[in-house]
């Protein structure tokens, strides 16, 4: 079965400074990569997701992720944090058939002035 | 283009209560789904309708929960009756198709507080 591993529970950066979140899965074939966002008190935005091809993928807010085979990752990241960026990452896998994604724990970022 | 709208916001019961919340997905999708997410972990699947047939509610505690949708478009999912486990935000999403990859769309969750 499918599976997702978000290893950080919490992540503080200061504004400015770079930020990668890392997530690993568990599947046989390549898998359908997504990250979200829930801001406070709101629903998950989809940020970016991968399929094939190009194993860096581009979102929006500026984020992007890169989809590591050998290392069954697919870590986010951004150049540089804005506090608006504070909210909470969830990572998930689809895989061939289900067609559901299964989410991992997630991944709360803070933004420290 | 409108969201996927859900009430109530909150809600707060005592536990053997029963709690509705209710669903409006994005117009012209299909699939629509709801899920449970306890504070501290991600979102995890109840049910998963296509039109207003069920694709998926092996993980839907039938004893306590049930869910409808009707004429395939506005959704129900009922609690009856709730325990204290079931606190929880229950998000609604929908999407255009159920294929592979499919991005889908989520409203801003209904809030269950069981006391």
């Known amino acids: 079965a499918q599976s997702v591993t978000q290893p950080d529970i919490h992540i503080t950066v200061s504004e400015g400074a770079s930020l990668e979140l890392r997530c690993n899965y568990s599947?046989?074939?390549?898998?359908?990569l997504f990250w979200y966002v829930q801001s406070p008190g709101q629903g998950l935005q989809l940020l970016l997701k991968?399929?094939?091809?190009?194993?860096l993928v581009q979102g929006i807010k500026g984020f992007e992720a890169e989809f590591k085979r050998s290392q069954s990752s697919f870590n986010l990241r951004k150049p540089s944090v804005h506090w608006s960026d504070a909210a909470e990452y969830f990572c998930?896998?689809?895989?061939?058939?289900?067609?559901?994604?299964?989410f991992g724990r997630g991944t709360s970022l803070i933004v420290h002035p | 283009e409108a969201g996927v709208a859900q009430s109530p916001r909150y809600k707060i019961i005592e536990k053997r209560q029963s709690v509705a919340f209710w669903c409006n997905p994005i117009?012209?999708?299909?699939?629509l789904y709801w899920y449970q997410q306890i504070l501290g972990q991600g979102p995890k699947l109840l049910i998963q309708?296509?039109?207003?047939?069920?694709?998926?509610d092996s993980q839907l505690p039938k004893d306590r929960f049930s869910a409808e949708r009707l004429k395939g478009v506005d959704s129900t999912l009922k609690i009856q009756p709730a325990k204290l486990e079931d606190s929880a935000v229950y998000l609604c999403?929908?999407?255009?198709?159920?294929?592979?990859?499919?991005?889908?769309?989520f409203g801003e969750g209904s809030w269950l507080t069981v006391v």
């Open positions: 999403a929908s999407s255009s198709n159920t294929g592979a990859g499919n991005t889908i769309y």
């Open positions: 599947y046989g074939a390549t898998p359908y």
């Open positions: 991968y399929f094939s091809g190009d194993t």
């Open positions: 998930a896998v689809e895989s061939g058939g289900s067609y559901i994604p299964t």
């Open positions: 117009s012209g999708h299909a699939t």
């Open positions: 309708f296509q039109n207003n047939g069920v694709v998926d």
